[in-house]
């Protein structure tokens, strides 16, 4: 018996994340504020090419092993499923749409940095709710996850915290496009 590596896109993205975080915390403390966070309102620079990476880099970034383990426990429990229905680079072009799409909205509405992989979690949880239906249908589970998941996010909004629910939503909306405009390969 052998190990495979059976979702690219998924396993390949986690490691990214993880060595990111490894040289993070172990030899460049600064490493993940300074290239991994979307910049917030007012600290965006149009001359700085750094800033523009950083629109789709903050999903490798993670403030801690915490925050990490939260998102992957998610990712590598929808990923491969994702893979196998949409295919690897299809679910790679997904991510990279959710980051840019949730980087860009963050710079320009909200004062604070953005970091970590959640909006593509929240991709995730609400594209996997579309991989068994067909084009122009709207499963009854799409719904109800809608409801649980970005329900509840929108009700945290309100709430003091330093998490970015409006990065869950905007996540959520991805994937409900991504699933509702391209279904899964059968």
Known sequence: ?????????TLTFTLLCAVVLAL?????????E???????????????ARDFIRLVTHVLGHADLNH???NFAFILLLGPMLELA????????????????????NTLL?????MGASGVVFMMILLSSFTNFGKGE???????IMVLYLGREVLSSFQRNSVSEFAHIIGGLC???FGYFRPARR
Do not use: C
């Open 86 to 105: 949409y295919g690897s680079l299809t679910l790679f072009i997904m991510i990279l749409i959710t980051s840019l799409v949730t980087g860009v909205l």
């Open 110 to 114: 909200f004062p604070v940095s953005l």
């Open 138 to 144: 709207i499963p009854l589970t799409f719904v109800l």
């Open 1 to 9: 018996m052998r190990i495979k590596y059976n979702a690219p896109t």
């Open 175 to 177: 994937g409900s496009l």
């Open 34 to 48: 300074t290239w991994f966070s979307a910049p917030g309102r007012g600290a965006f620079r149009a001359d700085s």
């Open 68 to 70: 990490f383990l939260s």
């Open 24 to 32: 993070d915390t172990l030899l460049a403390p600064s490493l993940a």
